[in-house]
């Protein structure tokens, strides 16, 4: 017959387990909110009509480089304020390991960045942009939604394109991937979000 004592003990192995089973869930994915994308889009969008602008188009890809530093300071705030509702934080394991998926190829491309710009390669310069964001995404899709990875491949595909085009499709190819992609994904994880909730 059982006792009191193994019952106690069945119940804290069953509490263990189910506290491993949350934890390993947790660890595994990080909540990509869709306002972050439409916010980091919007930015994009703008960036693509600033750099059509008469005055502004000799310049336009010194624009570029300032519009990735307020999409993702935007993109940023906006992923880490609905975790912190939940007491996760951005030095949690599921965000170092969103870290390490996001961050190499952005290093890499701000890397290529001032190569290029400091050769007189600025052309090649919006191809490797939506390539090596494209590559990003796909990598930190391990720890987010799959269709992260769809995103990613599209930016793939912009990127290559843009090595092959003239400049005025590139500034073209900038704000369909780094706006309209966004936007557009944006709104698809918001909608599959509320959907799950409901």
């Known amino acids: 017959m059982p006792t009191a004592n193994m019952v106690k003990i069945d119940s804290h192995a069953l509490a263990t387990l189910r506290y491993i089973r949350q934890s390993m869930d947790a660890a595994t994915s990080v909540a990509v909110p869709g306002s972050s994308g ?3 889009g919007c930015v994009g969008l703008a960036a693509s009509a600033l750099s059509v602008i008469p005055r502004i188009q000799e310049h336009w890809i010194s624009l570029w480089p300032f519009a990735a530093v307020v999409a993702a300071g935007l993109g940023g705030a906006l992923l ?3 975790s912190s509702l939940y007491g996760l934080t951005p030095l949690g394991a599921h965000f170092r390991k969103f870290a390490l998926c996001l961050f190499p190829s952005l290093f890499a491309g701000a890397v290529l960045t001032a190569v290029l710009w400091y050769s007189g390669m ?4 919006p191809g490797i942009w939506l390539l090596l964001y494209g590559c990003a995404l796909m990598t930190v899709s391990i720890v987010t939604a799959s269709i992260i990875a769809t995103m990613g491949a ?3 595909a912009f990127g290559l394109l843009a090595f092959l085009v003239p400049v005025p499709y590139q500034i073209f190819l900038l704000g369909a991937g780094f706006g309209g992609l966004h936007i557009l994904f944006g709104i698809l994880i918001g909608r599959t979000a509320h ?3 409901a």
């Open 154 to 156: 599209l930016f793939i």
């Open 38 to 40: 439409i916010a980091m």
């Open 122 to 125: 600025q052309r090649a310069l």
């Open 80 to 82: 880490v304020r609905p």
């Open 195 to 197: 959907e799950s909730e």
